[in-house]
């Protein structure tokens, strides 16, 4: 079988959060079920930088206001079809974003064409290559499916969510320019709350759906973390998987990986300390063995947790514990972390913005690191934190709930556990994660052992490239 998967961003070409990670994994993941996988993404500069041989596969007249062309080409292990179309993804920079943080006002143009594109290549099949089905990501690449259900040819679709909060919503005047008949622009089609869902249209007329964890796929399908879309995940329950997401072991060893200062494994984990040396050297913070180092790493958002995080200081501070934060995003946040740094000296350490050798250093560091999100369709910052050794302490909610063991007086006397785990959006219960995190770091011998049980945990994607094989068999072959 083979799949053309479509997607705004794929690891290592283009990358703004964990969607490229896992578009950039999946193709891999698959392979070893007999999945054949080529990647569409639309032609930023830097993803034809990455495709320095592309050849050209299709020419299009008229692509929403301009021509274009499909080059296909090979790299990272990937095989990529580009939609080169200048008037639309010429432009350096953020994805989405012009250079003063507003949206691009022509996005639903853009990954309208996205859509357009790939409906035609899996309808038409391009030189030589035929395709079995799409698998198109989130609602940069939802317009695939509505295009796909209008088509001269039935293709089947399973449509990812990543993430239910990012909607794709434009007004109603954008649809006469989309290229869709009449009837689409309805509640059973593209129509969502009076103007145009590209998520929704992913959601209605894709074959099948899959979210990035079984507890965010019920979670979703509540009017408390529907987000306005509860009713019709409801409605398509049957259509709905909740399929985990999993990591690149071979990207993410401690053993092989060159970022850190010293590498080490499930067997021998004694290196680490060298590693929490080099990051306390690294943020300015107090080179001090004994104290539990804590560490975030990811967007400073209110999803995430960041401001509850931040009214944790003085638990983290009462349990001897040091702050280690990486990341950006929202400002006010972004400039309460840098505070919280300069008002803390050796006790608290923050980099704004985004560097993946400290990242990876952090996660072969640490001794644990915070995930307090308010809502998580799965997170990846746990999964690599498990890889790595540093306990994650995490709210749970989606992925989160189903990727760690709380490590409770019941599960620590059965030797179980990988981390410590609380109820979302409470200062006082995520203090109090912190605080059970730290007197077990202070008992060496069950701190190695949670530390082994995280090390062991399968955060590969084996299991779930099964999972995502059989529904897109069933989907072509049913």
């Known amino acids: 079988m083979h799949i053309l998967a479509v997607a705004s961003e794929a690891f290592p070409l283009i990358k703004t959060g964990g969607l490229a990670d896992v578009v950039g994994a999946l193709p891999g993941a698959l392979a070893p079920q007999g999945l054949r996988v080529t990647t569409m993404l639309p032609g930023y500069p830097a993803v034809l930088a990455a495709l320095p041989n592309a050849r050209s596969a299709r020419n299009i007249a008229d692509l929403f206001g301009g021509p274009a062309r499909l080059l296909r080409g090979e790299t990272a292990g ?26 691009w006002p022509d996005n639903a143009l853009r990954f309208a064409a996205l859509g357009a594109a790939a409906a035609l290549v899996a309808q038409d099949g391009l030189r030589g290559a035929r395709f079995s089905a799409v698998h198109a990501h989130d609602w940069q690449a939802g317009m695939a499916a509505a295009y796909l259900r209008h088509g001269t040819t039935r293709v089947p679709c399973l449509f990812t969510i990543h993430n239910l909060a990012f909607q794709g919503k434009f007004e109603a005047s954008v649809f006469p320019r989309l290229g869709l008949p009449w009837e689409a622009f309805a509640a059973q089609g593209l129509e969502y ?6 998520l929704k249209a992913g959601l209605w007329y894709a074959d099948a759906i899959s979210t990035v964890s079984p507890s965010y796929a019920a979670e979703i399908r509540t009017p408390a973390e529907g987000m306005g879309l509860d009713g019709l995940l409801r409605g398509r329950g049957a259509a709905l998987h909740g399929i985990l997401n999993g990591i690149d072991l071979a990207e993410w060893n401690p053993a092989t990986d060159t970022q850190l200062a010293a590498r080490f494994d499930a067997a021998d984990p004694a290196p680490r300390a060298a590693n929490k040396a080099a990051l306390q050297r690294a943020l300015g913070l107090a080179e001090d063995p004994a104290a539990p180092l ?18 944790a200081i ?37 980099r ?12 072969g560091g640490a001794d644990a690191v915070l995930v307090p999100s308010r809502f998580e369709p799965c997170g990846l910052a746990q999964l690599c934190a498990l890889r790595y050794g ?18 409770n007086t019941a599960a620590l006397s059965q030797g179980w556990g990988t981390g410590f785990a609380c109820a979302p959006g409470s200062v006082a219960l995520l203090a109090e994660a912190i605080t059970r995190a730290a007197i077990a770091f202070r008992e060496p011998s069950i701190w190695r052992a949670l530390q082994a ?7 590969s994607w084996a299991p779930s490239a099964a999972r995502y094989a059989a529904v897109l068999r069933g989907l072509v072959h049913g």
């Open 390 to 407: 540093a306990l994650p302490i995490v709210a749970r909610v989606g992925g989160l709930a189903d990727t760690v063991v709380d490590a």
């Open 453 to 459: 049980n995280a090390m062991r945990a399968d955060v």
């Open 352 to 363: 704004i913005g985004f560097d993946e050798g400290l990242a990876r250093l952090i996660y």
């Open 294 to 311: 804590i560490a975030y790493v990811g967007r400073l958002a209110w999803q995430k947790g960041v401001d509850l995080m931040l009214e």
């Open 78 to 103: 990937l095989d990529i079809i580009a939609v080169d179309a200048p008037h639309l993804f010429g432009r350096a920079g953020s994805p989405y974003l012009m250079p003063d943080g507003r949206e």
């Open 193 to 198: 709350y009076g103007g145009v869902g590209f």
């Open 314 to 350: 003085p638990a983290i501070f009462d349990a001897g514990a040091q702050l280690a934060i990486l990341g950006a995003g929202e400002a006010q946040l972004a400039e309460r972390c840098a505070g919280a740094a300069a008002a803390n000296p050796g006790r608290i350490g923050t």
